[in-house]
């Protein structure tokens, strides 16, 4: 059974910093890259931040650089969004996500999509207020 499960989540202050972690089961993470999106009620799905299975290279929405990092640990068949500065509008459930890339050096030139993953978590809240 494949799957992808997210957990960190909660609620968390403006400026504060929260760490969402993603376990996969099931299947070798080394060999998929994986991504986090976030949707927020009454809007779509967005694209957060990815990163590559070959060499660690990341991709981040403007929104979100310089504030949030992704990482994975393939020993631990695990990926991370450390999440900081975090902002009310941060607010939304998060989804980790992956695809097989195996032997591919992904590089991502525009917003990353629902439709460029095919595994996913049943997604985690995070709310940010004072």
């Known amino acids: 059974q494949v799957s992808l499960v997210e957990s960190g989540g909660g609620l968390v202050q403006p400026g504060g910093s929260l760490r969402l972690s993603c376990e996969a089961s099931?299947?070798?993470?080394?060999?998929?890259?994986i991504g986090w999106f976030r949707q927020a009620p009454g809007k779509e799905r967005e694209g957060v931040a990815c990163i590559s299975s070959s060499d660690g290279w990341s991709w981040y929405a403007e929104i979100v650089k310089g504030r949030f990092t992704i990482s994975r640990d393939n020993g631990k068949n695990t990926a991370h969004l450390e999440m900081n500065s975090v902002k009310p509008e941060d607010t939304a459930v998060y989804y980790c996500a992956a695809f097989q890339s195996t032997g591919r050096t992904m590089r991502f030139f525009r917003p990353i999509e629902v439709r460029d993953f095919h595994f996913w978590g049943q997604g985690i809240q995070v709310n940010v207020s004072a």
């Open positions: 099931g299947f070798t993470l080394d060999y998929y890259t």
